[in-house]
């Protein structure tokens, strides 16, 4: 029997506003799309942070035994400066400011999303498209909307009719908003507004003479709309009605509400069951923002080249500290936090490493299976890692009263321990082990930053400048490395 059918999830559905009983449509399958990135800059470590949380997901449906069809886009064309329907592109902007093709960027900065998340240990999704892929889709998609009464056209560009639409559908049915709110609030147009009203988007925009990333169309040339693209790309590979869609919590609105109106106008009915939206990360209590200082990118984790970080953090520790927070939950990214997310990963590996050495006995004092159905009762409980991991400690330290002779486990219980904390660690997490090679770097680096200091301090000798050299043997005997100085020299230990 497969796991999926020993393990009952439940998802907290932001279309229903509570935690549903997931049900996938088609049993033993899951469709699942995850809005992507717009390539036009390095990847934000907020969007780093909602894609690990669709990569745990994704690999603990993979573990219960689905099949998967993860589909996470590439937006390369269509997103505007302000997520609406005016500014200039930012592929195109980031094009013109520096001299080079749209295309250009678009590579760079898919190759640095994919290096980013390769060194998080993300697992690829099961198809990557990209919106200038499918334009002849989104064309398609268009001519149906129109078609059946939800699209206008003016001037080479196409606008879906909200007011229209909401006469029969629900334009809020996600982001819980009224139409009327949204036309109380809203100013009103300029009158150089093609649209009928402001709360109208574009499915198709006719490119000014200035645009370089531009398609022919019934309508102009020009590009389409934003929304318009996940609508086309995720009802291609996953169907007109599909299980899972997700993305940040700042796209649930305009951006999902108006893929749900989309594919209603189209094909009459809600394409997706379980609408979920992960948390925004924050840094130091504040919203992370490039113009104020407050801001980090992926590799200064790993470098440690950032001024909010006092040294470098390893991948799995940074994808430790953040899955030590609910992905619907408000990340705060700190340098204290990394710290003691450093110290609680190293923790938990060590324990794992003394599972080979372990003795086993004749009883065990702790219940194996009931502490892995806990494990399991905490990710299907909409997939809450941070309980998870409380429970990995609580592994981590019978391990160690084991160790101590505190505790005993059989032979049975101590396989069926590290088959599941393999599992919940390395496979349904993504963490990976410190490798020796590592290590092998950290304590050369080590060797040679001691030995240099060594030869400092026989210089302040020579020069009978004894208070310096009393200084560096004294401050690095605070760190825990012991010089012994002999007739053949200074040599060091680490106490």
Not at 310 to 336: C, E, I, W
Request: glycine share 6%.
């Amino acid at each position: 029997m497969p796991l999926y059918k020993q393990q009952e999830i439940k998802i907290y559905n932001s279309l229903t506003g509570e935690k549903d009983v997931f049900k996938p449509i088609h049993e033993g399958y899951v469709g699942m799309y995850v809005c992507g990135p717009t390539v036009y800059s390095n990847v934000h470590l907020g969007n780093v942070r909602t894609f690990m949380s669709f990569d745990m997901i994704y690999r603990y449906l993979l573990h219960l035994g689905y099949k998967v069809r993860y589909v996470r886009n590439i937006t390369d064309a269509g997103h505007l400066e302000n997520d609406a329907d005016v500014g200039e592109d930012r592929i195109a902007k980031k094009a013109r400011l520096e001299e080079i093709e749209p295309m250009e960027v678009v590579q760079r900065y898919t190759v640095d999303f994919h290096n980013i998340l390769n060194a998080f240990n993300f697992l690829p999704p099961s198809i990557e498209p990209t919106a200038t892929g499918h334009i002849i889709e989104q064309i398609e998609l268009i001519k149906t909307i129109i078609d059946n009464g939800f699209a206008y056209e003016v001037n080479g560009s196409v606008y879906f009719d909200v007011l229209k639409y909401n006469e029969t559908n629900n334009y809020g049915i996600l982001s819980k908003r009224k139409v009327e709110d949204l036309i109380h609030n809203t100013r009103e147009l300029d009158g150089q507004s093609d649209k009928k009203n402001p709360q109208d988007f574009a499915l198709w925009k006719k490119a000014e003479p200035q645009h370089i990333m531009r398609w022919p169309s019934p309508w102009s040339d020009g590009f389409p709309g934003w929304h318009l693209e996940c609508t086309a790309m995720s009802t291609k590979y996953l169907g007109e009605h599909f299980d899972i869609h997700g993305g940040g919590m700042d796209l649930k609105f305009p951006h999902h509400e108006c893929e749900i109106a989309q594919n209603q106008a189209a094909k009459g009915q809600t394409p997706v069951n379980y609408w979920m939206h992960a948390n925004m990360l924050i840094m130091n209590g504040k919203k992370m923002a490039k113009s104020t200082g407050n801001f980090i990118l992926p590799n200064e984790i790993f470098s440690g080249d950032n001024p909010h970080i006092t040294k470098g953090f390893s991948p799995s520790v940074a994808r430790f500290f953040m899955l030590q927070a609910h992905y619907r939950s408000v990340l705060d990214f700190t340098n204290d936090g990394l710290l003691a997310s450093e110290k609680g990963f190293n923790r938990l590996m060590e324990a794992i490493n003394l599972l080979d050495s372990l003795p086993t006995s004749t009883s065990s004092t702790f219940n194996v299976s009931e502490w892995k159905q806990s494990c399991y009762d905490a990710l299907n409980d909409d997939f809450n890692s941070p309980i998870l991991i409380a429970h990995l400690f609580e592994a981590a330290k019978y391990i160690n009263q084991i160790k101590d002779a505190k505790a005993s486990i059989t032979k049975d219980d101590l396989a069926e321990l590290k088959k599941a904390i393999h599992a919940f660690v390395f496979d349904i997490m993504g963490l990976e082990e410190l490798t020796t090679t590592d290590n092998k770097g950290t304590n050369e680096k080590l060797t040679g930053t001691v030995d240099l200091l060594i030869k400092l301090r026989q210089e302040a000798r020579a020069n009978k400048n004894f208070a310096l050299s009393d200084q560096i043997r004294d401050e690095l005997q605070t760190l825990g490395i012991q010089l012994k100085d002999g007739k053949d020299g200074t040599s060091f230990s680490l106490s």
